[in-house]
């Protein structure tokens, strides 16, 4: 135990005499040994402060790494992208491409549009001659038209996106530097969003157009279903008769709005009673059931817009309809894989488009081969590095002892001449304080030799 104890304390003792001995200017004959012993004694303080506080600035201190890869793989930009987010770059050889080259949309459309029901051969089979002569809210009288129309807003729509799409992916991406995966996806979907924003917005103004050039036109349509003509006992021609339409328990007149609708039904036509003509007969048949879903009114385009699909997603529901429309027997029933509701309104239907899913897909990898960096550069931040440290300190040491050796015999001179200057001027009894100053600062310079 005691043995441990004293070795350290005579170590230091041992150490403390050593520096108090210790002179490096020994062989400088311009000097007293006083002084080259208080050169020494400043060199080392000074040499450990200086060393002290750039070992300090060097740690506290931010190193910015700066690295450069030749010709990075896909996987080496994503890695680097998901580390260095802010500080990767990765000029591209080629800065603008076109969109076809890495995008693409396939959308699929609603089962209605691949379906034999909008076929025009089809719908051909529908029509006969005298269609107009059922009752107004008989579904034979508008199926034709409904079908017919379903057919052209199907067409309609695909021929718009079609050319929107073409528009979209002849256009250019413009990218100075490769963008990270997550901006890329973010700006393609950002594109298929305008342009799908752009065609409901087409849609819904030549939707809107449409029903504005009805409504103001009083367009009066071939099936008698707004207006029909009437004859009079007297056999003169009145005009501009309208029909009616149930409208949520009210009538609803095809004279003030083309909006009127009744749900849809087949009718049959009973011989009347009445001998006076046999017109009347027509205006009240007998209903044998209606259809749900399936929407007649004033015109076939505003009560297709109100109309649901529901029952051509059923096989009963189309054999029922089929004996009184028999081409139907040529239609197989809606596939019901579909984003849509079967209850949604053909209007629903249309605002969206008719489309299912865009199938839209963005490939990064194309993108990044068609962009084709050279080279990428990312640099980094750096703190506590012990290897920096120590490199830095071992350049620096050298050169910082060289002008510390040099500097710590003028810094005696100056400390005598202003003692000299001092004595002169006043009394001289304070010789000693210099050399018991630095015997204090000592004890720092001792720890640094102990521990190195
Ligand atoms: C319509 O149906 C006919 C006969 O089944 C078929 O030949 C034709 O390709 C169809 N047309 C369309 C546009 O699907
Ligand atoms: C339409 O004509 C067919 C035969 O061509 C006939 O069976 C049917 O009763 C007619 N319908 C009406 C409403 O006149
Ligand atoms: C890019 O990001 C998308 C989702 O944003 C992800 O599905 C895809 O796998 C990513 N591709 C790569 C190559 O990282
Ligand atoms: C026609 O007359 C028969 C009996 O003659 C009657 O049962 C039926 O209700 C009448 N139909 C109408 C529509 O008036
Ligand atoms: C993306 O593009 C690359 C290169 O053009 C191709 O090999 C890859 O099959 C494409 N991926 C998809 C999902 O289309």
Redesign the pocket.
């Known amino acids: 135990m005691k043995a441990t104890t004293k070795r350290p304390t005579s170590r230091i003792k041992r150490l403390h005499n050593y520096v108090l001995k210790l002179n490096i200017y020994g062989d400088e004959s311009d000097s007293t040994l006083i002084d080259q012993l208080l050169s020494t004694r400043i060199f080392l303080l000074l040499l450990f402060l200086l060393l002290l506080l750039i070992i300090v600035y060097i740690i506290l201190s931010v190193q910015t790494h700066s690295v450069t890869i030749q010709s990075p793989s ?2 080496t930009f ?1 890695q680097l992208s998901q580390q260095y987010p802010s500080t990767l770059s990765c000029p591209c050889l080629h800065t603008s491409i076109r969109h076809d080259r890495f995008l693409s949309l396939n959308p699929l459309y609603h089962p209605i549009c691949t379906s034999r029901l909008v076929n025009q051969s089809f719908i051909s089979l529908l029509s006969s001659a005298n269609v107009s002569e059922y009752h107004s809210k008989d579904y034979r009288k508008m199926a034709t038209s409904h079908f017919q129309i379903l057919g052209l807003l199907c067409r309609t729509v695909r021929q718009m996106i079609d050319d929107s799409l073409s528009e979209l992916l002849s256009q250019h991406f413009t990218t100075s530097e490769v963008v990270s ?2 901006t ?3 700006q393609m979907n950002h594109l298929v969003e305008q342009l799908k924003t752009t065609n409901i917005a087409n849609i819904k103004y030549i939707s809107d157009f449409l029903w504005l050039n009805m409504f103001y036109n009083a367009i009066l349509s071939g099936l008698k279903t707004n207006f029909y003509l009437k004859y009079s006992n007297a056999g003169t021609m009145d005009y501009n008769f309208y029909s009616y339409f149930d409208f949520s328990n009210a009538k609803c007149d095809c004279h003030r709005s083309i909006d009127c609708t009744a749900q849809a039904a087949i009718t049959k036509l009973v011989p009347s009673n009445a001998t006076v003509n046999p017109t009347t007969a027509a205006q009240n048949p007998v209903k044998l059931f209606s259809i749900s879903g399936l929407r007649v009114g004033c015109l076939p385009y505003s009560s297709l817009l109100q109309s649901t699909l529901e029952c051509f997603f059923k096989q009963s529901c189309i054999d029922r309809i089929q004996k009184y429309l028999p081409a139907l027997a040529f239609v197989s029933p809606l596939s019901v894989h579909s984003r849509f509701h079967q209850k949604a309104t053909v209007k629903h239907l249309l605002d969206q488009l008719f489309i299912e899913s865009w199938n839209q897909i ?1 490939n ?2 194309a993108y ?1 081969q068609s962009c084709s960096p050279h080279s990428c550069t990312y640099s980094y931040d750096q703190r506590f590095n012990i290897l920096y440290v120590i490199v830095k300190l071992i350049g620096i040491f050298g050169g910082l002892k060289m002008v510390l050796k040099f500097s710590a015999p003028l810094i005696v001179k100056l400390i005598r001449r202003v003692q000299t200057c001092r004595c002169i001027s006043e009394a001289i009894d304070k010789n000693e304080i210099p050399v018991q100053q630095s015997e204090l600062f000592l004890f720092i310079p001792i720890f640094i030799f102990y521990f190195t």
């Open positions: 896909e996987s994503t995966n997550e890329f996806n973010a963005n990064f990898t990044f």
